[in-house]
């Protein structure tokens, strides 16, 4: 019997590790094929070797997300290498994490667009081609800061739930021409507080991240979990976190 990711054509941004490599490998061992996206295209390289030996179909192609038409170019290969897309895996994000007062703006610009403008970047590309294809499933990694605000993360929980609302109002726009989902993960085993600049807050998330976080394969889990469920089903949100997270 047909699982309901196998052979589907699904792009993911933020591929070359952490969730979106965990996710690239899961749902390609589930028969999907995987086309990649990230700006470090040797890791990028090593996940479709990974996936191509295990028997699996994969291509990537190194991009920004802050570029509007390196969105473009991602879903043209998934159309020009497997001739439809599917699924659309909003996954590339950062953090930089500061009280206000601090000002970093440079941190609220990037955070910006990573997160909302690379997200929105991305719902511009794959659109067009769910309006033509009469189908298509938009899958946007949030965030559970945009649940609990703390100090130090308003700006970053903003630019989540921006992405939370805009999920919603696509869903509804949608009338079952395509579905949305919302994936907001808790502590994940990965390098996202590496790219933290601000040394203390960097230090404090590792270290929770060292004491409580689960794997991202996890995250992986209930992704797949949204995709294979029947046309007719749209899961709408689904947070995923340690059990002991605040």
């Known amino acids: 019997m047909k699982n309901g990711i196998q052979d589907k054509v699904i792009a993911i941004t933020g591929a070359s590790s952490g969730i979106g490599r965990a996710t690239a490998e899961l749902l390609a061992a589930q028969g999907a094929k995987v086309v990649l996206g990230a700006r470090r295209a040797n890791r990028l390289k090593t996940v479709v070797d990974v996936i191509e030996q295990n028997g699996g179909e994969a291509a990537y192609l190194e991009i920004d997300v802050t570029r509007r038409e390196d969105l473009t170019k991602l879903t043209a290969l998934a159309l020009e290498r497997f001739g439809r897309l599917d699924v659309m895996i909003n996954n590339a994000g950062i953090s930089q994490l500061h009280k206000m007062e601090e000002l970093d703006v440079e941190g609220w610009e990037q955070m910006i667009d990573v997160n909302l403008k690379g997200t929105l970047y991305g719902i511009a590309a794959e659109l067009p081609v769910f309006k033509e294809q009469g189908a298509g499933h938009i899958i946007n ?28 109002a696509l869903r509804q726009e949608s009338k079952g021409r395509w579905r949305v ?56 949100d689904i947070v995923i976190r340690p059990s002991v997270q605040g």
């Open 141 to 168: 990694v949030i965030s559970t800061a945009g649940i609990a605000i703390v100090p130090t993360m308003g700006v970053y929980a903003g630019t989540k739930n921006a992405v939370r609302t805009i999920s919603e």
């Open 181 to 236: 989902t919302g994936i907001s993960p808790g502590y994940v085993a990965t390098e996202f507080a590496s790219n933290i600049k601000n040394e203390e807050v960097r230090n404090a998330i590792q270290q929770n991240a060292d004491q409580m976080a689960i794997p991202a394969e996890a995250i992986a889990r209930a992704i797949a979990y949204a995709i294979e469920q029947p046309d007719n089903v749209d899961v709408g």
